[in-house]
């Protein structure tokens, strides 16, 4: 999206041409007709709160890591191995200077949010061939985009293998199991707050890592042996252990 064209997304929000589509999301959005497309541009305020927060994160990594080579700097030390050529077939000369040296930490900080934050966060445009309403185009590429979202993780972080030498029956049982195993991370996300964020890779690796040995003892008896905890995995067997 051009600056013009934030303009006047904007001018239409604060005028009242815009449509209110959400309240409590704050979803705002206008339809511009073309002779060949339209457009659907929207303003989410919960967006532009999302991906502030995500570029404050990103104004506090770059100012941590400049205080890290700048300390390197004045103790006249050799720079945190993450800022180094770790390669002993290469040899590299090079010299740091950083801006702290002049500026405070408020300074700073703005600096870094005027390089990060253009004033376009919380917008976003879809494009169609079609005469929707604002909520209809919304709608469908909602539906399109958590489509998209699926298979990526079933192909990427489920990880169901590739499906094109298969047979017919091969890949519907590979779906069907990729579908369930994402529904058990879903259900998971859902009844744990601390996993609502957590990705699928994350969740399949701590599962994946924990380990269960059976003894069967003398009298019959089975006792059950976990290992290898960590917290993900460590929230999950609780909550089980309460339900059974």
């Known amino acids: 999206m051009n600056q013009s064209r934030l303009c006047e997304v904007v001018l239409f929000r ?3 041409y815009s449509e209110l589509l959400d309240p409590e999301k704050g979803l705002y959005g206008i339809k511009i007709i073309k002779p060949n497309s339209i457009k659907y541009f929207y303003f989410s305020e919960s967006l532009q709160k999302r991906q502030l927060e995500s570029k404050a994160r990103a104004v506090l990594k770059k100012l941590k890591e400049a205080k890290e080579i700048q300390k390197a700097i004045v103790n006249k030390k050799k720079l945190p191995k993450k800022f180094r050529i770790d390669n002993e077939l290469i040899e590299i000369e090079y010299s740091f200077r950083t801006k702290l040296e002049e500026l405070s930490d408020e300074e700073a900080i703005e600096l870094l949010k005027a ?3 253009n004033g376009r966060e919380g917008f976003f445009c879809l494009k169609s061939s079609k005469d929707l309403t604002l909520e209809e185009a919304l709608k469908i590429y909602r539906r399109k985009d958590s489509i998209e979202k699926i ?4 192909k990427n972080e489920i990880q169901i293998k ?6 017919d029956d091969s890949i519907y049982g590979a779906i069907i199991l990729g579908f369930i ?3 058990f991370i879903s259900l998971m996300r859902s009844e744990f707050e601390d996993l ?15 380990t269960l040995t059976v003894n069967f003892l003398k ?3 089975k006792q059950y ?7 993900i995995n460590s929230l999950i067997v609780t909550r089980m252990s309460e339900i059974l």
Do not use: C, E
């Open 14 to 16: 604060n005028y009242g």
């Open 196 to 210: 609502k964020h957590r990705s699928t890779k994350f969740i399949k690796k701590s599962l994946k890592n924990l």
């Open 219 to 221: 009298n019959g008896v």
């Open 225 to 231: 042996i976990f290992a290898n905890f960590d917290k």
């Open 162 to 167: 590739p499906l094109r030498v298969w047979s």
């Open 181 to 183: 195993a994402q529904l």
């Open 151 to 154: 298979f990526h993780s079933l």
């Open 115 to 117: 390089s990060l934050i």
